[in-house]
Each structure stands twice: as C-alpha cells, then as structure tokens.
C-alpha cells in the first residue's frame, strides 16, 4: 500500500533558524495536507497542495509540492517559540480515494 | 467553524470492559475517520465510514468495531479493553470535493483512554 515517509523525526533549532521537514510518497499523490499538532492537543489543518509544483506561503511558512506530486516540504523562516509541534503530512493517493495516508510528523522543538 | 467533539477528554477503564467513544461533527460531512496515535507511531487508521451505516477497516482494526447510524455520529467500541489500548484515540471528519481535490480533515480533542 501507500507509504508516506516523513523526515527528520524530531529537529531542535534555537530561536530564529530555520527549519524544514520532508514528505516523500511512493505513489503518486492527488492531494497533500498538512497539520500542526501543539503539545497536548490534536492535529489543526494548515493547508493543502493541489497542482504539480505549487509552492503556498502562511506568513514564515513556505510549502511545497513537487513536480511529480511524490514528495512534498514545509519550511519556517526563523522559528519562534511558538512554532513548538509536531508537523504531519498527509498524502491522498491519485485515483479518487478519500483515505489519506500520514507521515508519523516531524516534532520541532524551538530552544530560546 | 467546524467542530469536531469527542465524548470524554480522559477515559480509564479495566481490563475486560466494553468502552464506548463517541464523536460528533456539526458539518455534514461524509467522512468520518478513527485514529490511534501513539509516541513515535504517528496517526494510524483504526476504522473509517463514507456514509451511514458504511464502514471500512483501517490500519489496525483489530479488537475494534465501529458504529455510524447518523451522519454526524461516529462511534468507536472496544468489545474488551486490553491494556494494548492504552492511547489517545482521535476522531476526524474531512470534506473531498473529487475533482477539484480539495480536501481538509478537522480533529476532535482526542481522547486520551488508560486501560489498567
């Protein structure tokens, strides 16, 4: 079945460095979202990538979506504080199901 | 907004008793998912319905059942709670538009279930 990896599995960065996190699909995917999940609570949709290539931005928070709509990335620009959480990805496959598959998240932990 | 509520924040049952977990959403939405998420495992797929009374097997749904009889309504039972089960137990429900492909999945609060 569809496989999501996610890397690095957890990342500490001092305030104001930058951070990324990658999302590699062995499908090929319709669709990628990805989540913030904060300490002790529960995963909040940040966004989603639709077309081949498509880059979004949120303030410091860059996301892309590859060409081949295999791999995916979201990158902070100088962290903060409350940046602190765990990232997820999670892939739709192409063909029309509506089951995403996550990466196990990348938790960032942003030291003052 | 959409809201997605689960019935208790914190659950601690025996070993042996039947547990019930209740989600609710207030969006109409189709999909409604189960997850089990455990440190270092990520989000897995317990069970997930498309419609009333359709269900489909996630990931590991093995020592679970699910119950949908109203579209807003998604039910989780464990038929005997092991200490296995220990976790935080999330209820998700998410609009696809195929197609255009939109899609968002929203969260409940989670249910954090200690089985002693």
């Known amino acids: 079945g569809q496989q999501v990896m996610q890397i690095p599995q957890y990342q500490h960065v001092q305030e104001g460095e930058d951070f990324t996190t990658y999302c590699n699909s062995s499908t090929t995917l319709s669709n990628i979202q990805w989540y913030k999940q904060r300490p002790g609570g529960h995963p909040v949709f940040l966004i989603q990538?639709?077309?081949?290539?498509e880059v979004k931005k949120q303030k410091r928070l860059t996301f892309q979506f590859g060409e081949a709509k295999k791999n995916s990335s979201l990158h902070i620009t100088a962290t903060q504080t409350t940046d602190v959480g765990t990232y997820f990805c999670a892939g739709l496959p192409s063909g029309g199901s509506y089951i995403p598959t996550f990466g196990r998240g990348t938790s960032l932990i942003v030291h003052p | 907004d959409v809201k997605v509520t689960q019935s208790s924040r914190y659950l601690v049952k025996r070993t042996g008793e039947k547990v019930f977990l209740e989600c609710v959403q207030d969006m109409d939405h189709e999909n409604m998912f189960w997850y089990r998420q455990d440190p270092g495992l990520g989000l897995r797929l317990i069970y997930f319905s498309y419609d009333v009374k359709m269900k489909e097997k996630g990931d590991i749904p093995e020592g679970y059942s699910v119950s949908r009889e109203k579209k807003e309504r998604f039910s989780l039972i464990l038929e005997s709670a092991s200490t296995n089960q220990t976790s935080m137990y999330l209820c998700?429900?998410?609009?696809?538009?195929?197609?255009?492909?939109?899609?968002?999945?929203?969260f409940g609060p989670g249910t954090r279930l200690t089985v002693t």
């Open positions: 998700a429900s998410s609009l696809f538009t195929p197609g255009v492909g939109d899609y968002e999945q929203y």
């Open positions: 990538l639709v077309k081949s290539g």
